[in-house]
């Protein structure tokens, strides 16, 4: 199967279950205004990331393919959040502390300071 189509159907996969698992813990949790669903998809996809990046890097046991469907498709459909979980991690593991936590500030910093502009933007161009 070409590599295009194991990431598309992962991705596919993945933003659906992303979808019905946010939906799912928001009507759970209703009177909540924090936003819970987005906070268990992400911690459930970097649980997932760490297990399958353990049994793929420590183990030997998903191929190349295996790693794309669900790696780079499904939990990239899934949430990205897991992807920079594992990236950061492995750069922390790899004795790179000061990249790691420079990821984190980084990914943070600027992705809230991107939501941000982008609001503001939007507020400029579409009033």
């Known amino acids: 199967m070409h590599k295009w189509l194991l990431v598309g159907l ?3 996969l993945g933003a659906v279950a992303r979808y019905w698992l946010s939906g799912l813990v928001q009507e759970w949790l209703r009177n909540a205004s ?12 970097c649980f997932i990331i760490g297990a399958l990046a353990y049994l ?7 191929t190349a ?5 669900l790696i780079t498709g499904f939990l990239g459909g899934f949430t990205t959040f897991s ?3 594992n990236e950061t991690l492995a750069l922390a593991r790899g004795g790179e502390l000061g990249p790691a ?10 992705g ?8 503001a933007l939007g507020q400029l161009i579409w009033r």
């Open 56 to 62: 793929s890097e420590a183990r030997g046991l998903l």
């Open 34 to 45: 924090f936003p819970y669903g987005t906070l268990v998809v992400n911690v459930a996809g």
């Open 10 to 12: 992962g991705g596919g």
């Open 112 to 119: 809230l300071g991107a939501v941000w502009a982008g609001w």
């Open 65 to 69: 393919e295996t790693r794309l469907l």
């Open 83 to 85: 992807t920079f979980g």
């Open 101 to 110: 936590l420079g990821n984190v500030a980084a990914h943070v910093g600027m």
